[in-house]
T-cell receptor, first 116, second 114 residues
Framework: AQKITQTQPGMFVQEKEAVTLDCTYD???????LFWYKQPSSGEMIFLIY??????QNATEGRYSLNFQKARKSANLVISASQLGDSAMYFC?????????????FGAGTRLFVKA | NAGVTQTPKFQVLKTGQSMTLQCAQD?????MSWYRQDPGMGLRLIHY???????DQGEVPNGYNVSRSTTEDFPLRLLSAAPSQTSVYFC?????????????FGEGSRLTVL
């Protein structure tokens, strides 16, 4: 069965420093996708980055990168040069079945606090 | 481009009352889903649909019904509300032909059951 685990309820980082948010997953499907979403205090859900299970390289989107370690079943989000606006909840999510699959489940989330 | 629209944004119910949370998307997305968000538990999948006429249960389906008569609409029904259903509800949709297939979310509906 699908499972997503985020073990860090809260994280603190100094402005301009890098931070890693942990995510491990479990699935028996060889084809899956991994996502990170951001939820600011305003409540909306914002898609950040995607990694496919067959992708050879780690995904990057601006200051966001996904450290994908397939054998360890981990998909950690790295935010470089943290900004005050990065303070938010961050959710890791997984979708089984490749492009044609749809069911997406989420982890419990990590609340990130960026200190000035 | 409205995206995913949820109504109402806020609702207070008494135990035992019924209600429907509406969700509509104008992006012609095949996939639609409902999540509930509770503190410390992330987003949990309630029901999802891969197209008109097709629905399936997610992680926490008990107490909720759905139907998908059109591509655009995916209402969530609470037949007899319970305090345990107090939560923030999100509707989301995505495309099947997009490699990433990321979810597009509505703004959420905050439901309180007294």
């Amino acid at each position: 069965a699908q499972k997503i685990t985020q073990t860090q309820p809260g994280m603190f980082v100094q402005e301009k420093e890098a931070v890693t948010l942990d995510c491990t997953y479990d699935t028996s499907d060889p084809s899956y996708g991994l996502f990170w979403y951001k939820q600011p205090s305003s409540g909306e859900m914002i898609f950040l980055i995607y990694q496919g299970s067959y992708d050879q390289q780690n995904a990057t989107e601006g200051r966001y990168s996904l450290n994908f370690q397939k054998a360890r079943k981990s998909a950690n989000l790295v935010i470089s040069a943290s900004q005050l606006g990065d303070s938010a909840m961050y959710f890791c999510a997984m979708r089984e079945g490749g492009t044609g699959g749809f069911k997406t489940i989420f982890g419990a989330g990590t609340r990130l606090f960026v200190k000035a | 481009n409205a995206g995913v629209t949820q109504t109402p944004k806020f609702q207070v119910l008494k135990t035992g009352q019924s209600m429907t949370l509406q969700c509509a998307q104008d992006m012609n997305h095949e996939y639609m889903s409902w999540y509930r968000q509770d503190p410390g538990m992330g987003l949990r999948l309630i029901h999802y649909s891969v197209g008109a006429g097709i629905t399936d249960q997610g992680e926490v389906p008990n107490g909720y019904n759905v139907s998908r008569s059109t591509t655009e609409d995916f209402p969530l029904r609470l037949l007899s509300a319970a305090p345990s259903q107090t939560s923030v509800y999100f509707c989301a949709s995505s495309r099947s032909d997009r490699r990433t297939g990321e979810l597009f979310f509505g703004e959420g509906s905050r439901l309180t059951v007294l």
